[in-house]
């Protein structure tokens, strides 16, 4: 039987290499390769695509989460040492958006149907210390973000939204992009909309802040548009987090079809939300208030490993997201011994299973009823 892979990321950008190629000539004919036309553009467009005011483009998420909270910390709303709630089973880039600013993670159990941060633990672990919560939007299912934003009314607290996997989600028909003080994108190759390489954004509504980020992405440089008009005045110690201009090119070319190719992952979650039929096999939790992204489709079985071994041998390729949660990584060695406990168990259930626009119905067929056959 032919392999079916993970995710056929050749494949999926074969459609855009005669655009890249006119898009490569184009700006190399301008001359201008940073933070020029095309990132204006993609930001407007993001903007649009996602309800926000205003949109900033940067060279990945985690530095879209960094730069947002040192943008809170110019103006005031925390500083070092205080707290940010986040779930405790996410990607590391989430912890370290946070601990690369200065700022202290304070690790929240998820809940175990949905994977996301859990607004009942989350009221359990606010405090005076408590500055910002970052939700994140597991698998491209947004959190429970009206819930969260309800707890922290007139407390002072941001909402600062790891959407890194949930680009075209929505939450009680609301974009995702549009709901939290701050929403962090990732474009990296692999995500929904994958870039050439590195990108990230970051939305909000709130002008301060846009204006913030703009310069602290930028050295932290007095913003400018046309060269011309550079001063190399620098009012704030900023980064270097610029979204290059071919980058921005592929991204705006690729977010005009993405409601197409959302369709097709949405397409192929409800064909396994249907057909797999195994007692061993728990799907993942629907819900019609959240309109999930469906980057990734994650089952959990109490037998993982020998269900991932079973699909190996059947040639079907799935991933672990994530094998090793941060409070385990050698680089949190200082939080080793902490136990949580539904962290922990989702771990050790959770597999992921190929969900990508080029995925056939033939392939989706064969990964279902092979599913269905694990004893
Ligand atoms: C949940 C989550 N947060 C953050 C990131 C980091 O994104 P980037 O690689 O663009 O910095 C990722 C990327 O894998 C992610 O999945």
């Known amino acids: 039987m032919k392999k079916i892979k993970f995710y056929e990321i ?42 926000a005011k205003y949109c900033v483009a940067v060279g990945n998420c985690v530095d879209a989460m960094k730069i947002t909270f040192m943008a809170y910390k110019i103006m005031g709303s925390m500083k070092d040492g205080d707290e940010v709630l986040v779930p405790a089973n996410t990607y590391i880039a989430s912890i370290l958006g946070i601990t690369s600013v200065n700022l202290k993670p304070v690790f929240v159990e998820p809940e175990y149907d949905t994977f996301n941060i859990s607004v009942a633990n989350i009221k359990k672990l606010i405090s005076k210390k408590t500055k910002a919560i970052l939700a994140v939007d597991l698998y491209g299912r947004p959190a429970d973000l009206f819930e969260i934003k309800r707890i922290i009314k007139k407390k002072n607290i941001k909402l600062v939204e790891d959407a890194a996997q949930s680009l075209g989600a ?26 050439f390489g590195d990108a990230g954004a970051i939305t909000t509504n709130d002008k301060n802040l846009f204006d913030i980020l703009k310069s602290l992405r930028n050295y932290g440089e007095d913003v400018f548009d046309n060269l011309k008009d550079r001063k190399y005045k620098n009012t704030f110690k900023g980064v270097n987090s610029r979204m290059d201009e071919i980058q921005a090119a592929v991204l705006v070319d690729k977010l005009r079809n993405f409601n197409y190719l959302q369709s097709k992952r949405k397409k192929i979650a409800k ?10 096999i728990l799907l993942p939790e ?16 109490k037998s993982r490993n020998r269900l991932k071994n079973y699909l190996q041998k059947k040639n079907i390729e799935t991933m672990i997201h994530y094998p090793i949660p941060p409070h385990k990584q050698k680089a949190f060695s200082e939080l080793n011994k902490r136990r949580f406990y539904v962290t922990e168990k989702i771990t050790k259930e959770i597999l992921s299973l190929p ?21």
């Open 10 to 51: 050749a494949k999926i950008n074969k459609n855009y290499e005669n655009n890249f190629i006119k898009n490569f000539k184009r700006i190399n004919k301008g001359g201008r390769y940073i933070l020029g036309k095309n990132v204006n553009i993609f930001e407007k467009k993001l903007a649009d695509y996602c309800n």
């Open 170 to 195: 929505k939450i009680k028909n609301k974009m995702v992009g549009s709901v939290s003080d701050a929403t962090c994108f990732s474009f990296f190759p692999g995500k929904n909309l994958g870039a």
């Open 271 to 280: 064909f396994y939300l249907n057909n797999i039929k195994n007692n061993k």
């Open 286 to 301: 629907v819900n019609k208030n959240f309109d999930h992204g469906w980057h990734l489709f994650v089952i959990r079985c």
């Open 355 to 375: 969900i990508f626009p080029t995925l056939t119905k033939f392939e989706t067929k064969r990964i279902v009823n092979t599913l269905n056959s694990f004893k």
